[in-house]
């Protein structure tokens, strides 16, 4: 298949487009500038210039291709507007979508698990909390899973909160070591049971393939390789590796100690299963789970 992605520089995406051409496929990559341009042209995979501002260049691209995977986002470094993120997306997304009604071809979208059943095990079938539903990046999920409808054979990707692995320099274990080598300790919220679902890179990258290949239209996918890992499980491998002490915060202390968009989240028990991802597409993860990976000290380098 010629897929096309958009996303294609970035962290979570180029370990898609590696995993496409491995396993057989061409990429048409969408690139924003010529650092990037040239970045997926050393990688061998075909550019199509463009922004995911731009619907008609989107349009164009998912029409060369026989699909599209969708893993481009704003970043919150280049805006902190979460909420025109999020329409942003959102417009790329239906830009694409159209150009795919009534092909029956594969579009593949991001997503993730975090927040959507705090404090039960989310799986592909539960409802999406109400409370959870302002998030301002879930209607781009909503309104992907509703083109299953159109004749596109549209799937949800929905990535665990860490997605771990050599290359993250912007996840949120990197922000988890960043804040803690900045305050001197490692820290959790109260016992530190709450526990947040992980999944490798290369492991998630393998599920988008899948999903391009074989995953049915409205399909919800959890790249999730560990259901739940506790929070102090994580800020435990943080502190023994930077051989910091690792502290407990009440609820006011962490929103100081994590200020920022990482504050509300540290505290959330959101466990999530993915038996019916692996049933469905004999996906089987494979890498390091989300604490080795952490020990093995690439994300302490340089
Ligand atoms: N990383 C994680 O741990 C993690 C965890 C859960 C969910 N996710 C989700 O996974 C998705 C990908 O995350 P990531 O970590 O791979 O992000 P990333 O490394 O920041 O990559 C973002 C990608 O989007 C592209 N992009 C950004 N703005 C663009 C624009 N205006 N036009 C065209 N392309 C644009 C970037 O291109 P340039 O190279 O040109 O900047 C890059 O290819 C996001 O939806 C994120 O929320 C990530």
Not at 147 to 154: E, P
Not at 227 to 252: H, K, N
């Given at each position: 298949?010629?897929?096309f992605v958009a996303g294609a520089t970035g962290y979570v995406g180029s370990a898609v487009v590696r995993e496409l051409l491995e396993s057989g496929h061409d990429v048409?990559?969408?690139?924003?500038?010529?650092?990037?341009?040239?970045?997926?042209?050393?990688?061998?995979?075909?550019?199509?210039?463009?922004?995911?501002?731009?619907?008609?260049?989107?349009?164009?691209?998912?029409?060369?291709?026989?699909?599209?995977?969708?893993?481009?986002?704003?970043?919150?470094?280049?805006?902190?507007?979460?909420?025109?993120?999020?329409?942003?997306?959102?417009?790329?997304?239906?830009?694409?979508?159209?150009?795919?009604?009534?092909?029956?071809?594969?579009?593949?979208?991001?997503?993730?698990?975090?927040?959507?059943?705090?404090?039960?095990?989310?799986?592909?079938?539960?409802?999406?909390?109400?409370?959870?539903?302002?998030?301002?990046?879930?209607?781009?999920?909503?309104?992907?899973?509703?083109?299953?409808?159109?004749?596109?054979?549209?799937?949800?990707?929905?990535?665990?909160?860490?997605?771990?692995?050599?290359?993250?320099?912007?996840?949120?274990?990197?922000?988890?070591?960043?804040?803690?080598?900045?305050?001197?300790?490692?820290?959790?919220?109260?016992?530190?049971?709450?526990?947040?679902?992980?999944?490798?890179?290369?492991?998630?990258?393998?599920?988008?393939?899948?999903?391009?290949?074989?995953?049915?239209?409205?399909?919800?996918?959890?790249?999730?390789?560990?259901?739940?890992?506790?929070?102090?499980?994580?800020?435990?491998?943080?502190?023994?590796?930077?051989?910091?002490?690792?502290?407990?915060?009440?609820?006011?202390?962490?929103?100081?100690?994590f200020a920022g968009f990482l504050a509300p989240l540290v505290s959330l028990d959101s466990p999530a299963s993915s038996a019916l991802t692996r049933e469905r597409l004999?996906?089987?993860?494979?890498?390091?789970?989300?604490?080795?990976?952490?020990?093995?000290?690439?994300?302490?380098?340089?």
């Amino acid at each position: 298949m010629r897929v096309f992605v958009a996303g294609a520089t970035g962290y979570v995406g180029s370990a898609v487009v590696r995993e496409l051409l491995e396993s057989g496929h061409d990429v048409l990559g969408l690139a924003r500038s010529e650092a990037s341009a040239d970045a997926l042209a050393k990688a061998g995979v075909e550019v199509h210039r463009g922004d995911i501002d731009d619907p008609a260049g989107l349009r164009a691209g998912a029409a060369k291709a026989d699909g599209v995977v969708f893993a481009a986002n704003k970043h919150i470094s280049e805006t902190t507007d979460s909420a025109a993120r999020a329409r942003a997306e959102l417009n790329a997304v239906e830009a694409l979508g159209a150009e795919l009604a009534g092909t029956d071809r594969p579009f593949v979208v991001t997503s993730g698990v975090l927040g959507r059943a705090p404090g039960r095990v989310l799986t592909e079938t539960t409802p999406t909390d109400p409370s959870a539903l302002t998030s301002p990046r879930l209607p781009v999920e909503q309104a992907v899973l509703a083109m299953a409808g159109r004749g596109v054979r549209s799937s949800s990707v929905r990535l665990a909160p860490t997605v771990h692995g050599r290359g993250d320099a912007r996840g949120f274990v990197s922000a988890l070591i960043g804040i803690a080598r900045a305050k001197g300790v490692s820290a959790f919220v109260g016992d530190g049971a709450n526990r947040w679902p992980a999944v490798h890179r290369l492991d998630a990258a393998v599920l988008y393939r899948l999903a391009v290949e074989s995953a049915v239209a409205g399909a919800r996918l959890h790249a999730v390789a560990e259901e739940g890992v506790p929070f102090r499980d994580i800020a435990d491998a943080i502190g023994r590796r930077l051989e910091l002490p690792v502290v407990s915060l009440t609820a006011a202390e962490a929103s100081e100690h994590f200020a920022g968009f990482l504050a509300p989240l540290v505290s959330l028990d959101s466990p999530a299963s993915s038996a019916l991802t692996r049933e469905r597409l004999s996906w089987s993860p494979a890498h390091p789970t989300l604490v080795a990976d952490i020990e093995e000290g690439h994300y302490f380098e340089g």
